[in-house]
């Protein structure tokens, strides 16, 4: 997920994880801003399954934060913290059905096509999938099954339906390969 505060995008550290391991055609000084220099997000590492969730990469660099809000398969917080967990549920249910659809579609079509297409069509896929795992995630916020962890500057909405920013430990959180592939989403 994201948070775009003034001129900055803060992400998760498992956007940030995602982006790196499993895309093509990110600009190149996302890694600048995310390992290097003075003023990198050294802390960039995990320290176990709660550290991902915490806002805590942070990217000021007008490419990058022009690029990172133009991935509408990121799911930017602030457009969704006011949805009802119903209204969460319904768009998650509608996002698994598109993809589903989407990779029937594509399995049906001969076998040059999707040859010929496969990496572009597997790109898509993996990004539908990611938001699919990352409104899971908005929900088990939502229900208090898990915490984030939001920046001191964040003004936005941090505790909803009694779920709090703060940083205890939340339940076990399902693996990065199983958010990846849908696998423990909700």
């Given at each position: 997920?994201?948070?775009?505060?003034?001129?900055?995008?803060?992400?998760?550290?498992?956007?940030?994880?995602?982006?790196?391991?499993?895309?093509?055609?990110?600009?190149?000084?996302?890694?600048?801003?995310?390992?290097?220099?003075?003023?990198?997000?050294?802390?960039?590492?995990?320290?176990?399954?709660?550290?991902?969730?915490?806002?805590?990469?942070?990217?000021?660099?007008?490419?990058?934060?022009?690029?990172?809000m133009e991935q509408d398969w990121?799911?930017?917080?602030?457009?969704?913290?006011?949805?009802?967990?119903?209204?969460?549920?319904?768009?998650?249910?509608?996002?698994?059905?598109?993809?589903?659809?989407?990779?029937?579609?594509f399995n049906a079509k001969d076998?040059?096509?999707?040859?010929?297409?496969?990496?572009?069509?597997?790109?898509?896929?993996?990004?539908?999938?990611?938001?699919?795992?990352?409104?899971?995630?908005?929900?088990?916020?939502?229900?208090?099954?898990?915490?984030?962890?939001?920046?001191?500057?964040?003004?936005?909405?941090?505790?909803?339906?009694?779920?709090?920013?703060?940083?205890?430990?939340?339940?076990?959180?399902?693996?990065?390969?199983?958010?990846?592939?849908?696998?423990?989403?909700?």
């Amino acid at each position: 997920m994201k948070l775009k505060i003034g001129d900055k995008v803060y992400l998760q550290k498992y956007e940030v994880a995602h982006i790196i391991h499993e895309l093509n055609g990110f600009p190149g000084g996302i890694l600048d801003e995310t390992f290097g220099g003075d003023e990198g997000n050294s802390f960039f590492f995990m320290n176990g399954p709660t550290d991902g969730f915490r806002f805590e990469c942070v990217y000021k660099e007008h490419e990058n934060v022009k690029w990172l809000m133009e991935q509408d398969w990121i799911v930017d917080y602030d457009e969704y913290a006011e949805m009802s967990l119903a209204e969460l549920r319904a768009l998650q249910k509608r996002l698994k059905a598109e993809r589903s659809a989407d990779i029937d579609e594509f399995n049906a079509k001969d076998e040059v096509y999707r040859e010929t297409h496969f990496d572009e069509q597997s790109d898509k896929f993996d990004k539908l999938g990611h938001k699919i795992a990352s409104l899971g995630d908005l929900i088990r916020f939502r229900k208090g099954e898990i915490k984030f962890g939001f920046p001191g500057e964040y003004q936005g909405k941090t505790a909803i339906s009694g779920a709090s920013s703060a940083t205890s430990t939340p339940q076990k959180k399902p693996g990065f390969f199983a958010r990846l592939f849908g696998r423990g989403a909700q």
